[in-house]
């Protein structure tokens, strides 16, 4: 019970990691008790009327607003439709949920809202309810957005952690921590030479195709808040399955791992908005990566690791390149404030 | 295309009246385009696998937090199965995004959360999925919610304003003006001889008997944000009918009135938490309201008026106690920041 020791809300409550899990577990689920929420999934699965139904949320606090590779409309599109394919889900539809300040400049959210339109019509999903909300200016930072969205079962998929196994291979669509360097970069007014681009896409039309055409996907999630070593470490303590990765395999862009180490930040611990973590059975890996790579949003997949046997605490393991081992633990949460 | 000579969101943007209905058909509907939002109902009604599949969503923004007959937490869930029920649906389940500032104290938080629990549980709904952000001091004003929730259809109810005729009843469940004048009356530090209470109540197990046991409805909003005013004036551009109401009949507690006065609001315009405005065909009238008053949530259920034919722009007019006609018009939308 360690959340009850902090009087106050930190902003690493909200950072993904530890302390997220802490508030969610002592001082949130008691309160909601009951057996959907408890899964903690990325998507809640109901029974409505001898089919499946798929519910996800998400707020979106980002700042800047507008950065490289997106805004903070784009990202609360992609993000909740993210959070419905990541639980084997097909995107339906998407409410949204506006709360902005006085002041705010119509031109801003009109770009914001055009980003919107344009996103869930590439992804195929439409916006169908909604809220607007104003604020007195220094009420809100400009303007925070929700999203949630329901989606149906694909036929014959169902993913979970109680499926994963030892030999199953961990595999990832592309080079990690692209948004949260993009971002804090902006925001920090640093620049390098080649322009950081966040991976911000909705990856609802990427894992339709995985999950319509190759049967050994056991379960899926998107690498956010927390990055790949919190996906990892969640996959890991969910499964009580060790999880061991290559350093070598993962793929990363030189100039955000630059800017990770001009801003001292473990790129591992750094939130993606276009990047899954998968873990699939030895014999269907290559026909998954096979899939990805034919993908604009799956070029650069590669085979990061494999779920292992776990004799004591699940742990995730990175090989360093340098033939190291360093345990990679669910990062405390401090690192990224409003990065999404 | 008034809108757009506003080069900046002011407040009354949220306000639930003129200025909110520009914003959504000028700024946000162009953008979105579709049939189901293009309805603009309290909830988006979904073809799923051959069933109805509602979908709504609200932020939460009220200051304070927490108010006589509430807090946040009790709003937000109350105010999303309304907006189910309304829509003639039986809610199912929610979703619930917390955006809390830094240094928002546990205490509150645990209350809120309190608060969400046990309204949830009353009116049988479980929170199934959820989100939480933190925002650094200063970004958010302690704590802002947001809730979706979907549900399913009740057999053989369907509600619209297509439905509408001449003779058609009006009816509401109780007094209006008492959760938007209990909020402003304690933000303004006013006190009366009887404290104001909000009405903030789920409304789906009420309706829900409602729908279940009479065949005459035909259409039903909660009169939310913009008040009596802004519902009434919706159903009657909506159905292309005048509404024709009587002052006596629409019930208003003393001290609410006496708060309204004493602020200079127009109780009409002012927002309500637990009250619906019903449509309900002549023969059923009786019925219906026989079943409202014998629930704690309709004991002052009274018919205020009823649905005329229209010759040219559709009109809501009250007659006042003394005889009078007066034109209610759709609220401009500056009144009441912050309210729910």
Chains 1, 2 share one sequence.
């Not at 970069?185 to 911000?200: A, K, Y």
Request: proline share 3%; net charge negative.
């Amino acid at each position: 019970m360690k959340a009850a020791k902090n009087k106050k809300i930190l902003l690493a409550h909200g950072g993904g990691g530890r302390l997220t899990e802490q508030l969610i577990r002592h001082n949130i689920l008691p309160k909601l008790r009951n057996d959907v929420l408890a899964k903690l999934g990325d998507s809640a699965k109901l029974d409505f009327h001898s089919e499946s139904l798929f519910f996800t949320t998400d707020s979106y606090v980002v700042k800047p607003l507008f950065f490289n590779g997106g805004d903070i409309g784009k990202l609360a599109v992609c993000g909740t439709i993210n959070d419905l394919a990541v639980a084997g889900a097909r995107p339906l539809a998407l409410s949204l949920s506006l709360i902005i300040e006085e002041g705010f400049e119509f031109a801003k959210l009109d770009k914001i809202l055009d980003s919107i339109g344009q996103t869930a019509k590439e992804n195929n999903v439409d916006i169908v309810t909604g809220d607007t909300k104003t604020v007195e200016a220094g009420g809100v930072d400009e303007i925070f957005i929700n999203t949630a969205g329901v989606g149906e079962s694909i036929e014959g998929v169902e993913l979970g952690l109680d499926k994963l196994e030892a030999t199953d291979k961990v595999i990832i669509n592309g080079s990690i921590g692209d948004h949260g360097l993009s971002v804090m970069s902006q925001r920090e007014g640093l620049e390098f030479q080649t322009e950081l681009l966040s991976d911000c896409a909705g990856l609802g039309g990427l894992i339709g195709q995985l999950l319509e055409n190759t049967d050994g996907v056991k379960f899926m999630r998107d690498a956010t808040r927390g990055g790949l070593a919190a996906t990892l470490s969640e996959i890991s303590s969910g499964s009580k399955l060790n999880i061991e990765i290559h350093e070598k395999n993962i793929p990363i862009k030189p100039s955000v791992q630059a800017a990770a180490d001009m801003l001292g930040f473990d790129i591992l611990t750094i939130a993606n908005e276009g990047k899954f973590v998968a873990i699939v059975k030895p014999e269907s890996a290559d026909d998954f990566v096979k899939i990805c790579k034919a993908h604009p949003l799956g070029k650069e997949t590669s085979i990061i690791g494999k779920v292992t046997e776990s004799s004591g605490e699940p742990t995730v393991r990175l090989i360093t390149k340098i033939g190291g081992k360093r345990i990679i633990q669910m990062p405390y949460g401090r690192e990224l404030p409003r990065i999404c």
